[in-house]
């Protein structure tokens, strides 16, 4: 009998995650998983998965909000199955540690506010920023002096092969052999 599958479900507003999303669902497969890959808003429902993955960006010190309404919606099917959580964050390499301390924080308060998910594996990559795209909010939030993003020029610190290691480290962890 062949496992059942893992769902991995993201959350995305400029596509970033998505691709973080497709990158750790290939990785996924090619560690012998049958795989399943969706927003999380158009997800209907966990049945039948064995295990979840959820992505998601940070905005604003919050999680996007398709990730709360996520966690809340299916809160009693995540709380009986293997659940692993990445996050899109900081937008300079990790050389700036106290970017990343304040936002692997704001991931972990995020989290917080869902005291019965107890995620097999959680992590924070880098994100990515392109100035040019943004939509009306965010274009006038980054303009005002006070934001971290004024004047910020266009960054991809999505590092591939942190991405692809994570996610062949969660093949192991999400097996046909993992306890559930
Ligand atoms: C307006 C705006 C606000 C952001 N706020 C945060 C934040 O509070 N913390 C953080 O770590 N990253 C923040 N980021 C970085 C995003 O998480 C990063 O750009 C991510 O790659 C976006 O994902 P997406 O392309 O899937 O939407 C922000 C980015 C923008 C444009």
């Known amino acids: 009998m062949t496992a059942a599958p893992v769902l991995v ?3 995305t507003r400029y596509g970033s995650t998505q691709e973080v999303a497709e990158e750790v669902a290939a990785t ?12 999380m808003r158009e997800v209907r429902t966990l049945k039948g998965y064995r295990a979840v993955v959820l992505g998601a960006p940070l905005y604003m010190g ?7 309404a996520f966690l809340s919606r299916y809160r009693e099917a995540l ?3 293997l659940v692993a959580v990445f996050a ?5 390499g990790p050389s700036e540690a106290e970017e990343w301390r304040d936002s692997r924080a704001t991931l972990e308060s995020e989290l917080a506010k869902s005291p019965w998910l107890t995620p097999v594996a959680l992590e924070m990559f880098g994100g990515k920023y392109d100035p040019s795209t943004l ?3 965010h274009r006038l939030l980054s303009a005002l002096p006070a934001s971290p993003l004024h ?5 991809d610190v999505r590092d591939w ?3 692809r290691a994570w996610a062949g480290g969660l093949a192991q962890k999400l097996g046909p052999n993992a306890p559930q």
């Open 9 to 11: 479900a993201y959350a």
């Open 28 to 39: 996924l497969r090619e560690g012998g998983l049958e795989v399943d890959i969706q927003p």
């Open 62 to 68: 919050h999680l996007h909000k398709d990730a709360d």
């Open 79 to 81: 709380a009986e199955r």
């Open 88 to 92: 899109l964050g900081p937008l300079h």
């Open 135 to 137: 939509g009306l909010t």
């Open 151 to 155: 004047g910020m020029a266009a960054s």
């Open 161 to 163: 092969t942190a991405i």
